[in-house]
């Protein structure tokens, strides 16, 4: 079991370098690959499961504890990101495929990988871990809701249809999760800790997917969608701190609020996008770019944070 929860742990902190590698392949021989695509949305279950399985009640305690910072976290989240995704759409003028992936992306709920990058920056983790099962509970609602407000421009989206997606592949996989943690307890504990392994492996088998399917459009503007999602996601994690201090949160929780807000569930934005826009398969390519860059300027903003002093060192 050591070795295996080692193993977890190696591949967790290399996990963009396991991306890169993988997409370079499924790009090299994408027919491989495309077997993968009908999966995308029972492997994103697979994820939400895990997130299931590390959660307890005592988690929401947070939320009692500091309802300003989660309410000001989940808020951001769901304003910020995708009211960036449109200004870069419209700035860069972007074509309507692309446009909207960058939105959809925009519009997901933050990524679990943002509580580990939150401990490693010396945040609120506990305010992170709150901020991130909220949004993610909220995700039925609000993604379907906020993705047709900014994007029903470019297209035509059927809300109920997506609010009915985001239900089965995030809600109830993790109500399932948090159920079976609850009746096995300590049995289940263990198992757990080997969870983000699994997790990686579903994420970069849904981004080889994408990739397979997209390789010729993905080489034709790689080069745009790359600076949009850096942009995108750089401009998530600026607006997320300074919104935090602007409203008088401590450093420690501003630092949460920043990577909460710049780091999406990726994975769901390609699960979406496959589900729901098969006959296109590019608007899941900014969602499968931004799963390996966040997993790069992510620790990158981490070390930066955790040199910052917070409000208890001044």
Same mark, same amino acid.
């Given at each position: 079991m050591q070795a295996l929860l080692k193993l977890t742990q190696f591949v967790s902190k290399t996990f963009a370098v396991w991306v890169v590698v993988f997409a370079y %392949? @499924?790009?090299?021989? =994408?027919? $491989?690959?495309?077997?993968?695509?009908?999966? /995308?949305?029972?492997?994103?279950?697979?994820v939400m499961l895990g997130m299931g399985l590390t959660l307890t009640f005592k988690d929401f305690a947070e939320v009692t504890k500091n309802p300003k910072s989660v309410l000001i976290g989940v808020v951001a989240q769901f304003i910020v990101m995708p009211s960036i995704a449109y200004g870069l759409a419209k700035l860069f003028n972007l074509p309507p495929d692309l446009a909207i992936g960058v939105i959809l992306v925009g +519009? +997901? =709920?933050?990524?679990?990988?943002? &509580?580990?990058m939150t401990y490693l920056a010396r945040g609120n983790t506990a305010l992170s871990v709150a901020c991130t099962t909220i949004? $993610?509970? !909220?995700?039925?609602?609000? $993604?379907?809701?906020?993705?047709?407000l900014f994007? *029903?421009?470019?297209?035509? /989206? &059927?809300?109920?249809?997506?609010?009915?997606?985001?239900?089965?592949?995030?809600l109830l996989p993790i109500f399932v999760g948090v159920v079976i943690r609850t009746i096995f307890k300590q049995k289940i504990e263990q198992f757990s800790q080997t969870m983000p392994l699994i997790s990686v492996i579903? %994420?970069?088998?849904?981004? $080889? @997917?994408?990739?397979?399917?997209?390789?010729?459009? %993905? %080489?034709? *503007?790689?080069l745009l969608i790359f600076a949009v999602v850096a942009l995108h996601n750089g401009l998530g994690y600026l607006i997320g701190y300074f919104a935090?201090?602007?409203?008088?949160?401590?450093?420690?929780? *501003?630092?949460?609020?920043?990577?909460?807000?710049?780091?999406? &569930? *990726?994975? !769901?934005g390609a699960a979406l996008a496959a589900l729901h826009f098969k006959a296109n398969p590019v608007i899941a390519v900014p969602s499968a770019v931004f799963s390996f860059w966040h997993n790069i300027s992510g620790p990158i903003l981490a070390m930066i944070f955790s040199k910052m002093k917070n409000d208890s060192e001044k």
């Open positions: %392949i @499924a790009a090299q021989f =994408p027919e $491989t690959f495309k077997v993968f695509v009908p999966w /995308i949305p029972y492997l994103l279950g697979i +519009c +997901c =709920p933050g990524g679990t990988s943002s &509580n580990v949004s $993610t509970l !909220l995700a039925p609602i609000l $993604t379907p809701a906020v993705f047709y994007a *029903s421009q470019w297209l035509e /989206i &059927n809300a109920m249809a997506m609010f009915i997606s985001v239900l089965k592949m995030v579903a %994420i970069v088998l849904i981004v $080889t @997917a994408v990739v397979s399917v997209s390789r010729d459009r %993905i %080489i034709e *503007s790689g935090g201090r602007f409203l008088k949160l401590p450093v420690a929780d *501003s630092k949460a609020v920043a990577i909460e807000v710049g780091m999406q &569930n *990726s994975g !769901l």
